[in-house]
């Protein structure tokens, strides 16, 4: 009997070649979309189709025997080939980030205050503060390329360094008042500082707007249901970081104008 002269098999024969279209269209995925990504979120479009065609093994009805173990093989078998990848690129990942943590982490070391009563040298404060700074710079310049565990280490070992710093800052000054001199002398610097990381963040804020008018573009004339869904996600993401800058520059901006008062007034 012809398929078509059966429905059951004519409908078995369709959901075939359903699912076999869409293991082919899943082979568009298994390279990485997203370079740019550390590798946990690279494949993450590949992995979200590849759960979606898992659900429509499990429902599409009918489906012969012989074609679902052989659609299913096939399905497996490329899955496997992504996971091994990933892991791959994961292991070399994970290499990196263990030279990048334990750099990171030296500076932090080099930072650290000793264990005292006394409140330290300004010097000193001075010397381990530009030690800080540059764990936070490297920080902040490899986190793409380092795995959660290590990013999450370093960022809590500086935090709880600078909280030392402010703590024994704060010794420091109560101790002795601050000289007139001192005074227009640090606001100088804070200022030079924060007009030049003004300028950075305000062009990061320019780059996830634009970023952000694509990705409405984008949606506004979407048709496919994943990219959709991805595009959703990259927007709630891109809105959050657009909140976070903007948050950051009105600090910077509250900052410079609190030095550029004390400026005005020496």
Same mark, same amino acid.
């Given at each position: 009997?012809?398929?078509?002269?059966?429905?059951?098999? $004519?409908?078995? $024969?369709?959901?075939?070649?359903?699912?076999?279209?869409?293991?082919?269209?899943?082979?568009?995925?298994?390279?990485?979309?997203?370079?740019?990504?550390?590798?946990?979120?690279?494949?993450?479009?590949?992995?979200?189709?590849?759960?979606?065609?898992?659900?429509?093994?499990? %429902?599409?009805?009918?489906?012969?025997?012989?074609? !679902? =173990?052989?659609?299913?093989?096939?399905?497996?078998?490329?899955?496997?080939?992504?996971?091994?990848?990933?892991?791959?690129?994961?292991?070399?990942?994970?290499?990196?980030?263990?030279?990048?943590?334990?750099?990171?982490?030296?500076?932090?070391?080099?930072?650290?205050?000793?264990?005292?009563?006394?409140?330290?040298?300004?010097?000193?404060?001075?010397?381990?503060?530009?030690?800080?700074?540059?764990?936070?710079?490297?920080?902040?310049?490899?986190?793409?390329?380092?795995?959660?565990?290590?990013?999450?280490?370093?960022?809590?070992?500086?935090?709880?360094?600078?909280? @030392?710093?402010?703590?024994?800052?704060?010794?420091?000054?109560?101790?002795? &008042?601050?000289?007139?001199? %001192?005074? &227009?002398?640090?606001?100088?610097?804070?200022?030079?500082? =924060?007009?030049?990381?003004?300028?950075?963040? !305000?062009?990061?804020?320019? =780059?996830?707007?634009?970023? !952000?008018?694509?990705?409405? @573009?984008?949606?506004?004339?979407?048709?496919?249901?994943?990219?959709?869904?991805?595009?959703?996600?990259?927007?709630? %993401?891109?809105?959050?970081?657009?909140?976070?800058?903007?948050?950051?520059?009105?600090?910077?901006?509250?900052?410079?104008?609190?030095?550029?008062?004390?400026?005005?007034?020496?």
């Amino acid at each position: 009997m012809k398929p078509e002269d059966d429905p059951w098999l $004519h409908n078995a $024969h369709a959901n075939a070649e359903l699912l076999e279209r869409e293991i082919k269209n899943l082979i568009s995925f298994t390279r990485p979309i997203r370079d740019n990504r550390p590798v946990i979120t690279k494949y993450q479009d590949f992995w979200i189709r590849a759960k979606q065609i898992t659900t429509q093994f499990k %429902e599409l009805k009918p489906l012969a025997k012989s074609d !679902r =173990n052989l659609l299913w093989k096939q399905f497996n078998s490329l899955c496997q080939e992504v996971k091994e990848r990933q892991k791959a690129e994961y292991g070399t990942l994970e290499s990196l980030s263990q030279g990048h943590f334990n750099e990171i982490m030296q500076l932090a070391e080099r930072a650290a205050l000793p264990s005292s009563t006394m409140a330290p040298e300004i010097h000193e404060l001075v010397e381990r503060g530009q030690a800080l700074k540059n764990a936070g710079d490297q920080l902040g310049r490899f986190k793409h390329a380092m795995i959660a565990k290590h990013k999450k280490a370093c960022f809590d070992k500086i935090q709880k360094i600078r909280k @030392t710093h402010d703590a024994a800052w704060k010794l420091v000054n109560a101790g002795k &008042p601050k000289q007139k001199s %001192e005074i &227009p002398f640090r606001a100088r610097m804070n200022l030079e500082a =924060n007009y030049e990381r003004l300028k950075k963040a !305000r062009n990061a804020l320019e =780059n996830f707007q634009t970023g !952000r008018d694509h990705i409405l @573009t984008f949606l506004a004339s979407g048709r496919d249901p994943l990219k959709i869904a991805s595009a959703k996600a990259q927007l709630a %993401e891109t809105e959050a970081r657009i909140r976070d800058i903007g948050e950051g520059i009105r600090k910077l901006e509250k900052w410079i104008a609190e030095d550029e008062r004390i400026l005005k007034g020496q």
